[in-house]
T-cell receptor
Framework: DTGVSQNPRHKITKRGQNVTFRCDPI?????LYWYRQTLGQGPEFLTY????????KSRLLSDRFSAERPKGSFSTLEIQRTEQGDSAMYLC????????????FGDGTRLSIL | TQLLEQSPQFLSIQEGENLTVYCNSS?????LQWYRQEPGEGPVLLVT???GGEVKKLKRLTFQFGDARKDSSLHITAAQPGDTGLYLC???????????WGAGTKLIIKP
């Protein structure tokens, strides 16, 4: 059983650099979500794809953040000109295509900004 | 705006004790999910409750959905160190895609 896979698991970079994370969802899932999570808190919604279409973006997602899912399979999340406040765990989840379906999470990418 | 409040935020107890954590809202949810998250990993689904008043058991864990589908509880009997983790509830609300997440209860079970 292949679950949701995220790469890299850890990323350390200097402030001002660009970073890109990848998420490979469960293959039959057409919904894909990105979340940000800080220590001891619940996930904060960032954006959501139904197949290749990005249907919603949170106000948390500034113009430095961009996400793509070009063929409706894997997705990338890019952060440009990283800031200290971007340090967090970035989680990807996928689910089946109907509302309220359980979300299956990857183990996240931990981003640390020096 | 739909919100889910979890309590307590933090709980540290000895192995063998019982505990209950709560997930409350003023809004109605069509379903509610409980997840457990361990450090360095993503949340893992434990259970989904759908019907008001529903009770589901998963070994020593008992989940209940309130009659009005506005709240839920998780009761752990004879807690074990392996139960340590962040317990998150998430509700399926008015949006057709987005779950509403609580902030979590951090649970530590001491041997």
């Amino acid at each position: 059983d292949t679950g949701v896979s995220q790469n890299p698991r850890h990323k350390i970079t200097k402030r001002g650099q660009n970073v890109t994370f990848r998420c490979d969802p469960i293959s039959e899932h057409n919904r894909l979500y990105w979340y940000r999570q800080t220590l001891g808190q619940g996930p904060e919604f960032l954006t959501y794809f139904q197949n290749e279409a990005q249907l919603e973006k949170s106000r948390l997602l500034s113009d430095r953040f961009s996400a793509e899912r070009p063929k409706g399979s894997f997705s990338t999340l890019e952060i440009q000109r990283t800031e200290q406040g971007d340090s967090a765990m970035y989680l990807c989840a996928s689910s089946e295509g109907t509302a309220g379906q359980p979300q299956h999470f990857g183990d996240g990418t931990r981003l640390s900004i020096l | 705006t739909q919100l889910l409040e979890q309590s307590p935020q933090f709980l540290s107890i000895q192995e063998g004790e019982n505990l209950t954590v709560y997930c409350n809202s003023s809004s109605v949810f069509s379903s509610l999910q409980w997840y457990r998250q361990e450090p360095g990993e993503g949340p893992v689904l434990l259970v989904t409750v759908v019907t008001g008043g529903e009770v589901k058991k998963l070994k020593r864990l008992t989940f209940q959905f309130g009659d009005a589908r506005k709240d839920s509880s998780l009761h752990i009997t004879a807690a074990q160190p392996g139960d340590t983790g962040l317990y998150l509830c998430a509700g399926d609300g008015n949006s057709n895609y987005q779950l509403i997440w609580g902030a979590g209860t951090k649970l530590i079970i001491k041997p």
